[in-house]
């Protein structure tokens, strides 16, 4: 596994956004402690923004490039992932596979209402990814070229 960089964003290092709703953490957030949850206090910490802060630290290009090379990373190594179930999964279903990244176990998940999940085991590896599924499709889908003959 590659170490995780730093999530170089286009936003100011400072920025976060708490995504818990009902948790009383919700919203913008600044590390430095600046209020943003006053209409368009965050626009501070925006790409291009049009709000001038003088504490603002924008993530380097080279920082950026690392946070572009993992995701692109990442995403390539979910339908490695998927490629390790060999049959499909109905809605309703679960099943399980040994994950071709590393030594963890991979779960499907797949809910009637088309939604599925993909996890491993090991937190550092692939997901959790949300996928919406037509109830109706084959999935996932399966490799259909042959494998070698021995």
């Known amino acids: 596994m590659t170490d995780k960089p730093v999530q170089a964003t286009k936003h100011c290092r400072h920025y976060d956004y708490k995504n818990t709703p009902g948790s009383g953490d919700y919203g913008p957030s600044c590390a430095l402690g600046f209020d ?20 603002r630290s924008d993530y380097t290009d080279e920082e950026r ?4 090379a993992y995701r ?3 995403l390539a190594m979910i339908p490695v992932a ?15 596979a040994d994950c071709p990244h590393c030594a963890g176990m991979l779960t499907v998940a797949r809910a009637s209402n088309g939604h599925a ?7 550092e590896c692939v997901g959790p990814v949300h996928f919406n599924i ?16 021995s």
């Open 36 to 55: 943003l949850t006053a209409p368009g206090a965050w626009r501070r910490c925006a790409p291009d923004p049009d709000i001038g802060c003088a504490s």
């Open 65 to 68: 490039a690392a946070w572009s």
């Open 72 to 74: 692109a990373n990442r």
């Open 82 to 96: 998927l490629a390790a179930f060999k049959e499909h999964i109905g809605p309703g279903e679960a099943k399980s």
């Open 117 to 123: 999940w993909l996890i491993c085991s090991n937190r």
């Open 134 to 149: 037509d109830r109706r499709t084959a999935w996932p889908p399966l490799n259909t070229e042959s494998e070698p003959t």
